[in-house]
């Protein structure tokens, strides 16, 4: 089992990144995919998810109408748009499959959003 996130950059205010989580060893169009971030001294929190079909979504408050999380089961592929973006959206955003009590994790991708 993999999840590979990708598309961490270094980002000045106000501007745009699109993560995502390459997902192989399992049956990607099961699981529900989400997105969660760790700031350094702080819990690791869910940003975003979406059901195993993508047809309901769900948002951290502070994302809410700025981030979109999207998937492609054919491509087994998860995705997380963010578009105006916060010094305080700085984190590592990790990629998580979860279905029932199984979970699986990527690596981490870095998000340091600055001037």
């Known amino acids: 089992v993999r999840l590979v996130e990708s598309g961490g950059d270094l980002v000045q205010p106000g501007g745009s990144l699109r993560l995502s989580c390459a997902a192989s060893g399992f049956t990607f169009s099961r699981y529900a995919m989400n997105w969660y971030r760790q700031a350094p001294g702080k819990e690791r929190e869910l940003v975003a998810g979406?059901?195993?079909?993508?047809?309901?979504?769900h948002y951290l408050d502070s994302v809410q109408g700025r981030f979109t999380i999207s998937r492609d089961n054919a491509k087994n592929t998860a995705y997380l748009q963010m578009n105006s973006l916060k010094p305080e959206d700085t984190a590592v955003y990790y990629c998580n499959a979860r279905f029932g009590f199984i979970n699986y994790w990527g690596q981490g991708t870095q998000v340091t959003v600055s001037s």
């Open positions: 979406i059901t195993s079909a993508g047809d309901i979504t």
